[in-house]
């Protein structure tokens, strides 16, 4: 391979510089700039990690012209005068070097030497990642404002260098999602946070310099978002001064009452916008809990409901209910939304075999739910099947004596008070293995739009969607890397005896992967119940990259467009929500499918992502 010496780094010379600056007692204890504090030798071999490019490469990391780096008071911080240290030490130069390719050398070169680092030496390594950490961040967000920048909406010029068009494409974010592996959601606030940054050059400045961390930027970025331009300076040139010794929550309450001084209506304005985004999240953690958090709501509503629970727990606790105000907080907070009796505790906060004591009642409350009811045992040829059993609208004629259902043998009901739901009501798409379902193995199981459900939830939600009459049950068989291979409906057959179990009869349809023969082409533009059923089992949420919109609930978009010559087929349907079926019709970006339920997306960047049908558990 051809070598090439590589022309001089900005940090070289940022080296070279260094000594007219520091002094010997800012050069760290046991090393020299010849003992492992080297300046690099620009006639030398590129560094180890650059070992493997071209020539042509390495000129393209070298521009012939380097930029003149400033060294001085804009690049070496003096001494803070807390102490009389060297180097990373209190007192010392590299303790308040400014961040950037000089800090981030020194520092690496001490992380190969933390252990003989002296505990105040550390302490000024941490604080000089941090400034590192606040600078990369700065300007990470200016090359996404950069990119929103060249991003217009449709129908909008594009805008002079250095501004934003007057309308932003609505899938910036989607492509800033991509490039970063983040959720839609938090790709959206990165570029909020960067346009906001854009408006707000002190704020940025301050960040670049190290002197405030992301969360301080963002917290005063948010506070002025709804301020004319002079107010939002205004607060900033009140608290950024101080910013860099406050807490968060310091900082808090000093830009809230800075934002008060420079508008007065500023709060009421911005409380009312954000009951206007009142909502209710649920998430699960990989312990296996959840949570369901409401956003924004109303305070007296909210506080009252707050002093609800309060009020529940307390009856519980005197009624012998064993556990913390927090634990039987929540247990109420669930009872309530679950319409359960309230007025004594659930069996299972109660010790064993023993009784609430009689003490006031908490809420009148509704009579309890009944108990779940039977869950169908499957039966589906193959190996490696998946019962997606999904509890819809109630249909009150198909729900009668479904209390005198019973549960099939091998089935384990959930004990009360545990966890145990009553017949469930409404849409709930559940994937569990045949095994896990019949008690038989621990496999996880899986809730559309919801994530990974240990085995007891799985067969809780299982038998709660089997006690209702309007479930129905769908078969899919799956490969033993969890991809379909096939896909049923399943038949609930008559009991056969009281107290039996149900029998399931399930006609599966392969579903094809690799090349296409075509084999389930149809000759409309709309496909049939059968055919959605196969796409929504190879694909059970939207197929963008990192969506879990579920299928259900999504759009079977012909990926090349029917009207162009597009088949209804398997190798040219796939589950798009509505949002990411715009965001491919959008200006720059292209989807292709290169085999069935193997997605290309192209963004206008030109770079190339792709999604695989779904992996089921099994």
């Given at each position: 391979m051809p070598t090439a010496t590589p022309r001089p780094e900005p940090q070289e010379q940022i080296l070279a510089a260094a000594p007219a600056s520091l002094d010997e007692r800012d050069i760290p204890p046991g090393g020299g700039w010849d003992e492992g504090w080297t300046v690099p030798d620009p006639d030398g071999d590129p560094p180890p990690e650059l070992a493997g490019l071209t020539s042509a490469e390495l000129d393209e990391l070298y521009p012939p012209k380097t930029p003149p780096v400033e060294f001085g008071p804009a690049g070496l911080l003096p001494r803070d005068g807390s102490g009389h240290g060297s180097g990373f030490a209190d007192g010392g130069a590299l303790d308040a070097l400014a961040p950037g390719v000089a800090l981030a050398g020194f520092a690496d070169d001490a992380h190969a030497r933390l252990g003989a680092l002296t505990d105040d030496e550390l302490i000024g390594v941490l604080r000089g990642w941090q400034r590192q950490v606040s600078w990369a961040q700065a300007r990470k967000l200016a090359a996404?404002?950069?990119?929103?920048?060249?991003?217009?909406?449709?129908?909008?010029?594009?805008?002079?260098?250095?501004?934003?068009?007057?309308?932003?494409?609505?899938?910036?974010?989607?492509?800033?999602?991509?490039?970063?592996t983040l959720t839609g959601r938090a790709a959206g606030l990165e570029l909020s946070l960067a346009i906001d940054l854009a408006y707000l050059?002190?704020?940025?400045?301050?960040?670049?310099?190290?002197?405030?961390?992301?969360?301080?930027?963002?917290?005063?970025?948010?506070?002025?978002?709804?301020?004319?331009?002079?107010?939002?300076?205004?607060?900033?040139?009140?608290?950024?001064?101080?910013?860099?010794?406050?807490?968060?929550?310091?900082?808090?309450?000093?830009?809230?009452?800075?934002?008060?001084?420079?508008d007065p209506d500023a709060a009421r304005r911005d409380r009312e916008e954000r009951l206007a985004e009142a909502r209710v999240e649920c998430w699960t953690d990989p312990t296996g809990t959840a949570n369901l958090v409401g956003r924004d709501l109303p305070s007296a509503q909210t506080l009252a409901a707050d002093k609800r629970l309060c009020q529940v727990a307390r009856a519980w606790k005197k009624q012998g209910a064993v556990?913390?105000?927090?634990?039987?907080?929540?247990?109420?907070?669930?009872?309530?939304?679950?319409?359960?009796?309230?007025?004594?505790?659930?069996?299972?906060?109660?010790?064993?075999?023993?009784?609430?004591?009689?003490?006031?009642?908490?809420?009148?409350?509704?009579?309890?739910?009944?108990?779940?009811?039977?869950?169908?045992?499957?039966?589906?040829?193959?190996?490696?099947?998946?019962?997606?059993?999904?509890?819809?609208?109630?249909?009150?004629?198909?729900?009668?004596?479904?209390?005198?259902?019973?549960?099939?043998?091998?089935?384990?009901?959930?004990?009360?008070?545990?966890?145990?739901?009553?017949?469930?009501?409404?849409?709930?798409?559940?994937?569990?293995?045949?095994?896990?379902?019949?008690?038989?193995?621990?496999?996880?199981?899986?809730?559309?739009?919801?994530?990974?459900?240990?085995?007891?939830?799985?067969r809780i939600l299982a038998c709660a969607a089997a006690g209702h009459g309007a479930a129905r049950w769908h078969v899919t068989v799956t490969g033993p890397d969890g991809q379909a291979l096939a896909h049923g409906t399943a038949r609930r057959g008559t009991q056969t005896s009281p107290g039996g179990g149900w029998t399931v009869?399930?006609?599966?349809?392969?579903?094809?992967?690799?090349?296409?023969?075509?084999?389930?082409?149809?000759?409309?533009?709309?496909?049939?119940?059968?055919?959605?059923?196969?796409?929504?089992?190879r694909s059970s949420t939207c197929t963008a990259s990192g969506c879990r919109n579920p299928a259900v609930g999504c759009d079977l978009d012909h990926t090349v467009p029917y009207d162009e010559h597009g088949l209804t087929c398997e190798c040219?349907?796939?589950?798009?929500?509505?949002?990411?079926?715009?965001?491919?019709?959008?200006?720059?970006w292209k989807l292709h499918q290169p085999a069935p339920g193997v997605m290309t997306w192209i963004t206008p960047a030109g770079r190339h992502y792709f999604t695989a049908p779904t992996r089921h558990p099994t």
């Open positions: 996404i404002a950069e990119l929103a920048r060249r991003r217009p909406a449709e129908g909008t010029a594009a805008a002079s260098p250095g501004r934003f068009p007057r309308n932003l494409s609505e899938f910036v974010a989607d492509e800033v999602a991509l490039a970063l050059p002190a704020t940025a400045a301050t960040l670049e310099a190290g002197r405030i961390d992301l969360t301080r930027a963002r917290m005063i970025a948010d506070a002025v978002s709804g301020l004319e331009p002079a107010h939002a300076a205004a607060v900033e040139a009140a608290v950024l001064a101080e910013a860099p010794a406050m807490t968060s929550g310091q900082l808090r309450a000093a830009v809230a009452s800075a934002v008060l001084a420079a556990g913390g105000m927090d634990l039987l907080r929540a247990r109420a907070y669930l009872a309530l939304l679950l319409g359960h009796d309230v007025d004594v505790p659930p069996p299972d906060l109660l010790p064993a075999g023993s009784a609430p004591t009689p003490g006031p009642a908490a809420t009148p409350g509704p009579a309890p739910t009944p108990g779940p009811a039977a869950t169908p045992p499957a039966t589906a040829p193959g190996a490696g099947p998946t019962a997606t059993p999904a509890g819809n609208t109630p249909d009150p004629a198909a729900t009668a004596g479904r209390d005198s259902q019973q549960l099939p043998p091998g089935l384990r009901r959930p004990d009360p008070g545990a966890g145990a739901v009553g017949p469930l009501a409404g849409s709930v798409h559940l994937t569990v293995p045949l095994g896990t379902l019949l008690g038989l193995s621990d496999a996880p199981g899986d809730a559309a739009g919801y994530g990974s459900l240990d085995p007891d939830t799985a009869t399930v006609t599966a349809e392969p579903i094809t992967t690799g090349d296409c023969d075509h084999h389930n082409r149809e000759p409309g533009y709309r496909p049939s119940p059968a055919l959605q059923q196969l796409i929504r089992a040219n349907l796939g589950p798009l929500c509505r949002y990411h079926h715009r965001m491919k019709q959008a200006q720059g």
